[in-house]
């Protein structure tokens, strides 16, 4: 007996029904980004590892998914690595290329590479799979889509602003209740020196993005683990405590890192971030949240993330200002700020609040029963003027008994059913049942286009 074909772990199938549920998430969230001037590209699903190595810090570069190089590649590894069983070395030997991890690196590679093309400040977004060899959790797979949007090439925080109303409308159109958390990666940095630890940014920053996962106590113990001070942790402490209104707070911390030119900086920078924010009239609450990191090496600025209101789960949405990401690749001080809408994650909130609109399980809105070879006949110029109209339909391609076909509408979901026998034949029309109510009547083509219209 064969065995059962599987699918690998943090991976999915999906049906037509969620495809169309998927497909109408895309298409809200492209709507928005098209409203606001972006522009569409897509770069491929793998990159040289030389592109992607390096950019997502330590515990990023582990999650990366590597491709075998193509031919004999075991040929060329000395026999002493394979003694040593020194897998990072071997892997380097053998795989040249890696699945994208995210859509940010990439596209920073993409501007480089394309500079001469492109007008800048150059705006655009990118709806594509990306794959992390991570723990498959819920809400956390190991192949997802991102709904990215970048702009490139200007400092101005009016691109912030621009990102916020965005994830605004976004969220205003899926009906999803969110919360928008904001920090700056510059007054993390004063954080960082004011408690002594400026060259441990970085493991400070990881750490602290866990503190919802595992809570503060264990946040300190990876703090220690990680070589920051007793002396620095316990100055930390009070601070990623900080409360209040989002003014009181920048106030408060404000006053403890005065001495960080670097964090006062960050500071402003919110400050304006929020003025001009506060000038619009948005629909989510907007809340400074000094705790978030974001892990990622790359963030200079501003930092974004959007938690659902109504269910427990990740963050749906994520960003940030980076302003050299490009300098890795040979183009220094071309700064760029982006967010990235978490589709799975958002198709999973939407799932268990029921916000899928109904008609997003229709797939065709009229189906025609087959009869026989007459009524075929008949219904084939019917069912081509269906289609001219602009509506969905099919006819079904057996003369199966009447309850079979029947069944099958029924299990699509598809609104209206025609049929067509040896009376509406002589009269030249129709009979069309609407399935929701069970209604039976007589109709001519353009009664029925009318009466589908009416629906739409």
Same mark, same amino acid.
């Given at each position: 007996?064969?065995?059962?074909?599987?699918?690998?772990?943090?991976?999915?199938?999906?049906?037509?029904?969620?495809?169309?549920?998927?497909?109408?998430?895309?298409?809200?969230? +492209?709507?928005?980004?098209?409203?606001?001037?972006?522009?569409?590209?897509?770069?491929?699903?793998?990159?040289?590892?030389?592109?992607?190595?390096?950019?997502?810090?330590?515990?990023?570069?582990?999650?990366?998914?590597?491709?075998?190089?193509?031919?004999?590649?075991?040929?060329?590894?000395?026999?002493?690595?394979?003694?040593?069983?020194?897998?990072? +070395?071997?892997?380097?030997?053998?795989?040249?290329?890696?699945?994208?991890?995210?859509?940010?690196?990439?596209?920073?590679?993409?501007?480089?590479?394309?500079?001469? *093309?492109?007008?800048?400040?150059?705006?655009?977004?990118? %709806?594509?799979?990306?794959?992390?060899?991570?723990?498959?959790? +819920?809400?956390?797979?190991?192949?997802?889509?991102?709904?990215?949007?970048?702009?490139?090439?200007?400092?101005?925080?009016?691109?912030?602003?621009?990102?916020?109303?965005?994830?605004?409308?976004?969220?205003?159109?899926?009906?999803?209740?969110?919360?928008?958390?904001?920090?700056?990666?510059?007054?993390?940095?004063?954080?960082?020196?004011? @408690?002594?630890?400026? $060259?441990? @940014?970085?493991?400070?920053?990881?750490? %602290?993005?866990?503190?919802?996962?595992?809570? @503060? /106590?264990?946040?300190?113990? /990876?703090?220690?683990?990680?070589?920051?001070?007793?002396?620095?942790?316990?100055?930390? +402490?009070?601070?990623?405590?900080?409360?209040?209104?989002?003014?009181?707070?920048?106030?408060?911390?404000?006053?403890?890192?005065?001495?960080?030119?670097?964090?006062?900086?960050?500071?402003?920078?919110? !400050?304006?971030?929020?003025? &001009?924010?506060?000038?619009?009239?948005?629909?989510?609450?907007?809340?400074?949240?000094?705790?978030?990191?974001?892990?990622?090496? &790359?963030?200079?600025?501003?930092?974004?993330?959007?938690?659902?209101?109504?269910?427990?789960?990740?963050?749906?949405?994520?960003?940030?200002?980076?302003?050299?990401?490009?300098?890795?690749?040979?183009?220094?001080?071309?700064?760029?700020?982006?967010?990235?809408?978490?589709?799975?994650? %958002?198709?999973?909130?939407?799932?268990?609040?029921?916000?899928?609109?109904?008609?997003?399980?229709?797939?065709?809105?009229?189906?025609?029963?087959?009869?026989?070879?007459?009524?075929?006949?008949?219904?084939?110029?019917?069912?081509?003027?269906?289609?001219?109209?602009?509506?969905?339909? $099919?006819?079904?391609?057996?003369?199966?008994?009447?309850? !079979?076909?029947?069944?099958?509408?029924?299990?699509?979901?598809?609104?209206?059913?025609?049929?067509?026998?040896?009376?509406?034949?002589?009269?030249?029309?129709?009979?069309?049942?609407?399935?929701?109510?069970?209604?039976?009547? *007589?109709?001519?083509?353009?009664?029925?286009?009318?009466?589908?219209?009416?629906?739409?």
């Amino acid at each position: 007996m064969s065995q059962k074909p599987s699918i690998p772990k943090g991976t999915r199938d999906f049906f037509p029904l969620l495809m169309a549920r998927r497909n109408f998430i895309f298409d809200t969230i +492209k709507s928005v980004f098209l409203l606001y001037g972006y522009q569409e590209i897509e770069t491929p699903a793998m990159e040289n590892l030389s592109t992607l190595m390096g950019k997502y810090g330590e515990e990023g570069d582990k999650l990366l998914f590597k491709i075998l190089n193509s031919g004999d590649f075991a040929a060329k590894i000395p026999d002493e690595l394979i003694a040593d069983k020194d897998s990072a +070395k071997i892997t380097n030997m053998i795989s040249e290329k890696g699945l994208r991890y995210d859509l940010t690196v990439p596209f920073a590679r993409f501007v480089v590479q394309n500079r001469n *093309e492109l007008i800048f400040p150059f705006k655009r977004f990118q %709806i594509q799979p990306v794959w992390r060899a991570d723990r498959p959790q +819920k809400g956390r797979y190991r192949e997802f889509y991102q709904c990215d949007v970048d702009v490139i090439g200007s400092d101005s925080l009016l691109n912030e602003v621009e990102l916020v109303q965005i994830v605004d409308e976004v969220f205003k159109r899926l009906n999803i209740n969110v919360t928008l958390k904001i920090n700056n990666r510059k007054i993390l940095a004063g954080i960082a020196e004011t @408690i002594g630890e400026p $060259e441990r @940014i970085t493991e400070i920053t990881i750490a %602290i993005d866990k503190l919802d996962k595992i809570g @503060i /106590e264990n946040v300190m113990k /990876e703090l220690f683990a990680n070589g920051v001070s007793p002396e620095s942790v316990e100055k930390l +402490k009070p601070i990623l405590e900080l409360s209040g209104t989002n003014i009181e707070k920048l106030n408060k911390i404000a006053t403890v890192i005065s001495s960080s030119e670097t964090g006062l900086k960050g500071i402003e920078e919110v !400050k304006t971030l929020f003025g &001009y924010l506060n000038k619009l009239q948005l629909n989510l609450p907007v809340e400074l949240d000094l705790t978030l990191a974001r892990g990622l090496n &790359y963030y200079t600025g501003a930092i974004f993330e959007v938690k659902a209101s109504d269910v427990e789960i990740g963050s749906i949405t994520g960003g940030g200002r980076y302003d050299d990401l490009t300098g890795i690749f040979g183009l220094p001080g071309v700064s760029g700020v982006g967010i990235s809408f978490g589709a799975d994650r %958002i198709f999973d909130v939407m799932e268990q609040l029921n916000l899928f609109p109904e008609e997003t399980s229709t797939t065709t809105t009229v189906f025609f029963v087959n009869f026989g070879e007459k009524e075929t006949a008949y219904l084939l110029p019917i069912v081509n003027e269906i289609r001219k109209a602009g509506y969905s339909c $099919e006819l079904y391609p057996d003369a199966a008994k009447l309850k !079979k076909q029947m069944a099958y509408a029924n299990r699509k979901n598809i609104p209206y059913v025609v049929m067509a026998g040896e009376n509406e034949m002589k009269s030249g029309t129709l009979t069309l049942k609407t399935m929701e109510s069970g209604e039976q009547k *007589e109709v001519s083509l353009s009664q029925l286009i009318e009466r589908i219209g009416h629906r739409s």
